[in-house]
C-alpha cells in the first residue's frame, strides 16, 4: 500500500507516499513515479492495480515489472489530476495550498 499513515520522531502522524518495492518514504513526488497496467480494451469505469515506485527503484526496474505495469507517470502530476477530479472548488485548492505551504516550512 503506498499511503500510509507515518510516525514522525515526535511521535505525529501524518499521510506519506512510500515506494512499494523498497518500502522507503517517497519525500518529494516529483521523483517517484506511479505505474499501473492499463489496456484500451478495458472497460471505460473499471479500475487498475497500480504501484508507487521511488526514483531508486524506476532507475532498476526490470522487465518483469515493465510488463505488468507498462504505463507510467510522475507522482506529482498523478496528484495534480487527483485534486482535478476531487470536485474542490476554488477556494478548498487554495486553502489547500496555503497547508501545503505551511507544512513545507515545517
Request: negative net charge.
Amino acid at each position: 500500500m503506498a499511503l500510509v499513515l507515518h510516525f514522525d520522531s515526535d511521535g505525529f502522524t501524518c499521510p506519506r507516499f512510500q515506494c512499494d518495492l523498497c518500502h522507503c518514504l517517497i519525500d518529494d513526488a516529483a521523483t517517484a513515479l506511479i505505474l499501473w497496467d492499463h489496456y484500451p480494451s478495458s472497460h471505460p469505469d473499471s479500475s487498475t492495480d497500480y504501484r508507487i515506485v521511488c526514483s531508486v527503484c524506476e532507475q532498476q526496474r526490470d522487465a518483469v515489472l515493465y510488463e505488468q505495469f507498462p504505463f507510467s507517470m510522475e507522482l506529482d502530476t498523478a496528484l495534480a489530476y487527483l485534486l482535478h477530479n476531487s470536485g474542490m472548488n476554488p477556494k478548498a485548492l487554495k486553502w489547500a495550498q496555503q497547508k501545503a505551504a505551511v507544512l513545507g516550512v515545517v
